[in-house]
């Protein structure tokens, strides 16, 4: 008897909820914190020790970047980047796409 159910990939396999490039960025981000934390020399500045917040940062990497791809995926953000940071020159004249509006549409006549 062969198996029938179909494979939904139309944008990627989830894990635990998450797509697997952000399920990747989490677990990268934590192990790498961890590591960081170990592995670095206590840096004192006015009493506190500054690894423990560098390695706090690092671990936030990776939910941070799942909360922005949550329903998009990067390339949406770098488009929406480069539409507000890029130059754009916006030049007065007549419309580009003059169907854009109907023209010949029947309107309803309403009777008083």
């Known amino acids: 008897m062969d198996d029938i159910t179909p494979l939904n990939l139309e944008d990627a396999p989830k894990l635990f909820g ?28 006015n009493g506190q020790d500054l690894r423990l917040y560098l390695c ?9 970047y799942c909360l922005l791809t949550l329903n998009h995926s990067g390339s949406y953000w770098e488009n929406l980047l480069s539409f507000y940071t890029g ?18 549409e029947k309107l309803p006549e309403f009777i008083d």
Do not use: K
């Open 87 to 104: 130059s754009t020159v916006l030049i007065p004249g007549p419309d580009p796409n003059p169907v854009r509006f109907l023209v010949d």
């Open 18 to 45: 998450l797509r697997l490039d952000q399920l990747v960025w989490v677990i990268v981000s934590f192990l790498l914190s961890t590591q960081i934390y170990s592995f670095m020399n206590p840096v004192m500045f």
């Open 56 to 64: 706090l940062f690092v671990m936030l990497i990776g939910p941070v």
